[in-house]
């Protein structure tokens, strides 16, 4: 017998704003003493703490203007914030499992946007 469960909600997120998000998690841990953080916990805390580079408004902002380019869908317009690719070779390997290419002035534009806040 399996048990599954179900997924009610889900939500792309940001690494600045799962950060925050995280660091409430460990606030609320830290008050009681005898509870510790579970390993894959303070993983991901050092984890948020060590990649993330914009503040989660800028991080919003830039998912937003991002899904503004017509070859920019919600997962990969927070995939691209997330990883903040500095160049074409990076940027490709975040379409690499798209069944299409972009061109090289589709990249740039991607690019244009993603220099504007990193």
């Known amino acids: 017998m399996t048990i599954f469960k179900e997924i009610v ?4 997120l940001t690494v600045s704003e799962t950060k925050g998000l ?10 009681d003493e ?8 303070a993983r ?8 993330t580079v914009l503040e989660p408004d800028d991080a919003q902002d830039l998912v937003t203007d991002l899904q503004e ?14 990883l903040l690719p500095r ?12 069944r299409y290419s972009l061109s090289g002035d589709e990249l740039d534009d ?9």
């Open 9 to 12: 909600d889900e939500e792309f």
């Open 22 to 31: 995280l660091a409430d998690i460990e606030a609320d841990r830290a008050l």
């Open 34 to 41: 005898e509870r510790e953080l579970p390993y894959e916990l």
């Open 44 to 51: 991901a805390i050092d984890h948020v703490n060590q990649f």
């Open 69 to 82: 380019i017509e070859k920019v869908d919600e997962p990969t317009a927070y995939k691209i914030a997330n």
């Open 87 to 98: 160049n074409r070779s990076e940027l490709r390997s975040v379409y690499a499992q798209q």
């Open 110 to 118: 991607i690019l244009n946007v993603v220099a504007k806040y990193a």
